[in-house]
């Protein structure tokens, strides 16, 4: 994902939060690397390593980030230092090997204390304030803890009402009018240049599909057809371009 967005300059932010262990094992244990925004370095991204637990330095990187991105200067990779307090699962019940110096560390540089405090000694807003929020959201999580506490079971039928979209009957299309027999690469060459020139929101991207036309000669002329920027050849990662495609579906595309 990195090398593609870097690539292709894409307004992309990757944010690392970095809370240094695994469901055990530290990072510095499993990785030579000091820091995971070195990583970023190899692709030619801009990268910062910051302190997650100050809101202000990380408000003004991505500021930063941001304006990058929207000015056509691609991708930025952030990643924010901060501490996990309690246990990688609530249900994991295991012993905890982390250092009870490093521990009390950082719970001391607690950001959300550490927020309060800067805003009060700069007259944002009074510690009475920050108490009566401090009520307001225990109340709600009080109401939302009694709610889900005395609501019914789930039924297994509702297991399946959010996954799968309604059925929506619809007719076969026939072959009324000519026909004529093609092999199967032409017949997708076809479909492909019909669809790319009805709609110019249809992209294609994968490897080898531009000037060459892709090893079975799939996609033969779309690139001098559309350009490069609708037929695009991508670094050798089906991962990747699999998932930018369903983003940009998502996107509307």
Known sequence: SMNLAAVWKLPLIFVCENNQYALSTSYKATT???????????????SVTIDGNDAAEVYLVVQEAVERARSGGGPTLIEAMTYRWGQHSMRANLRDPRPKEEFDE???????????????????????????????????????????????????????????????????????????????????????HQEMARDDQVILMGEDVGETGGIFQVSKGLFDAFGADRVRDTPISEATFVGCGIGAAIAGM
């Open 106 to 192: 950082w719970i001391e540089r607690d950001p959300i204390a550490s927020m309060e405090r800067a805003l009060v000694a700069d007259e944002v807003i009074t510690k009475e304030r920050i108490v009566e929020i401090g009520n307001n959201v225990d109340s709600e999580l009080k109401i939302a803890v009694k709610f889900g506490t005395e609501s019914p079971q789930p039924t297994v039928q509702t297991m399946e009402e959010a996954v799968y979209s309604p059925h929506v009957p619809h007719e076969e299309p026939g072959t009324n009018g000519v026909t004529r027999e093609l092999h199967y690469t032409e017949a997708l060459n076809e479909a492909l």
């Open 32 to 46: 030579a690397v000091p820091q995971v925004a070195m990583r970023g370095e190899a692709y030619g991204i801009p």
